[in-house]
């Protein structure tokens, strides 16, 4: 069995084997790049109940599949971000932010008011809506949160009835497994249906959830373009608020 630290990665993670193990290392499992790689099985194994062993190996692949996503974690070293929880933090934000501008555009208009009666100035004080520029993001965030929730719902069908069905749900976690005792033979022959039925049901889950992001409007492609249309929108804001307040100060003018 690969020790620890007995991976390979280029750097982002996508390299990374995963390695689980199950009924005293009789069943061993290895993963890379969300699918299974490599099936080991003892000899004995063949002696038990098609649903002991079919329980077993769902054990061994699920514990490679956390293993590499631990792996994973520890080399890229991204943290976990909750979208609906960075909505509310951001919701706070703009209502902190909302208020200070607020009491900065009414200090300003104080000051104004004041020296008007002896200077001219001939342009309004620019307002800037940090609402508005916070509440797209937060929808944005929203959307991709109920998403997101909604995927755990999902689930991905491989394999076949008459070798091995397997049946997995996101983040390639296995949730049955049921095994024809026919193909119990050899260890094998065993090992490369199972394989085949959990990749044919990870791929099947991968369509569903394309399917599920694409019919929501979210798939990451649809998401990067509106956070660079409101990057883009709000670098525009923030641009001529600027110009608003250099327009304020250049129309000072002494009467006469």
């Known amino acids: 069995m690969p020790v620890a630290g007995d991976y390979e990665t280029g750097g982002d993670g996508s390299g ?9 290392a009789r069943v061993r499992c290895t993963v890379s790049r969300e699918r299974l790689i490599s099936v080991v099985l003892d000899p004995r194994v063949l002696r038990s109940d098609s649903e002991e062993l079919a329980a077993s190996l769902m054990e061994a692949v699920n514990k490679a599949f956390t293993d590499a996503r631990a792996r994973s974690a520890a080399e890229i070293s991204a943290p976990h971000i909750d979208p609906l929880a960075m909505a509310q933090h951001m919701r706070e934000l703009r209502d902190n932010l909302s208020v200070r501008t607020s009491r900065i555009n009414a200090s300003i208009n104080e000051s104004v008011l004041e020296v008007r009666s002896e200077v001219m100035i001939s342009s309004d004080v620019p307002t800037l809506a940090f609402a508005d520029m916070f509440d797209q993001l937060i929808a ?4 991709v949160g109920r998403t997101s929730k909604g995927v755990t719902e999902i689930r991905g069908d491989g394999g076949n009835d008459e070798k091995v069905r397997v049946v997995c749900e996101p983040e390639a976690q296995i949730v049955s497994m049921d095994i ?3 193909v119990m033979r050899n260890t094998e022959e065993l090992g490369r249906e199972v394989t085949s039925a959990v990749n044919m049901a990870l791929e099947d889950l991968d369509r569903r ?3 599920y992001r694409e019919s929501a409007g979210l798939e990451p492609s649809k998401i990067q373009s509106r956070i660079d249309e409101l990057q883009e929108l709000n670098v525009t804001r923030l641009q ?6 250099a327009g304020l100060m250049g129309s000072i003018r002494p009467y006469g």
């Open 16 to 24: 990374i084997r995963g390695y689980g193990e199950a009924d005293s």
């Open 140 to 143: 944005v965030l929203e959307d």
């Open 180 to 182: 024809n005792p026919r």
């Open 209 to 211: 959830l394309n399917e």
């Open 240 to 245: 001529s608020y600027a110009q608003g307040i």
